[in-house]
């Protein structure tokens, strides 16, 4: 009796199922290991990015064809893994013999390090990001978002409402009028409905 076709191996191209290519420049770890993890559990390998547990299992055959069924999809989640993330991370991580937990810890530590540094930098951003810097509103909003998402990821997070407050305070004259209302709400409106009205 054939065993069943497990959902990861129908998979034939990850870039059409998560979007984003990790770069280290970008920023945007946050995103990414939200569509890989979202992507993981659909496809039932989400186990992959832990440790593996250990067997417990005291029957040699069973515990053999386990293993093997194990490391052929936990190789699959190492190719997306590897196949999502650019050329200059990929070097960074990639090793001889490594699993997919390795691979996802290894970038995890890579945008995790120097917190305290990184946050400085991140929050400089956040303070001095402008509209004037950027062609559209649509530009500005996102990287505002990008910078909040960045501060997330390095363990310092701040509110919904300093992002709606910083928005406003980074606008140009022509947008005095809307900010003014936006900052006269009552509860303020949150991200996604200020860059609405902007």
Not at 100 to 111: E, R
Not at 135 to 152: E, F, G, N
Not at 182 to 195: C, G, M, N, V
Request: charged share 20%; net charge negative; proline share 5%.
């Amino acid at each position: 009796m054939a065993s069943p076709i497990h959902p990861a191996t129908t998979v034939s191209n990850i870039k059409t199922l998560i979007p984003v290519t990790l770069d280290i420049e970008s920023g945007h770890y946050t995103t990414w290991s939200e569509l890989f993890k979202i992507h993981c559990k659909a496809y039932q390998v989400f186990d992959h990015l832990k440790p593996r547990p250990t067997a417990s299992s005291s029957d040699k055959d069973r515990e053999t064809a386990s293993s093997e069924s194990w490391e052929r999809l936990d190789s699959i989640v190492l190719q997306w893994i590897y196949g999502t993330i650019s050329t200059d991370l990929l070097h960074t991580i990639l090793k001889p013999d490594t699993n997919a937990y390795d691979a996802w810890s290894a970038l995890a530590n890579l945008f995790q390090d120097n917190k305290a540094t990184r946050t400085i930098d991140f929050n400089n951003k956040f303070a001095t990001t402008r509209l004037d810097q950027f062609p559209t509103m649509s530009a500005y909003c996102q990287a505002m978002k990008v910078i909040y998402d960045q501060l997330q990821n390095v363990g310092s997070p701040i509110t919904d409402e300093q992002l709606v407050l910083q928005l406003l305070t980074g606008l140009t004259e022509q947008y005095e009028g809307i900010a003014m209302i936006i900052q006269q709400t009552k509860p303020l409106p949150d991200f996604y409905d200020a860059r609405s009205r902007l």
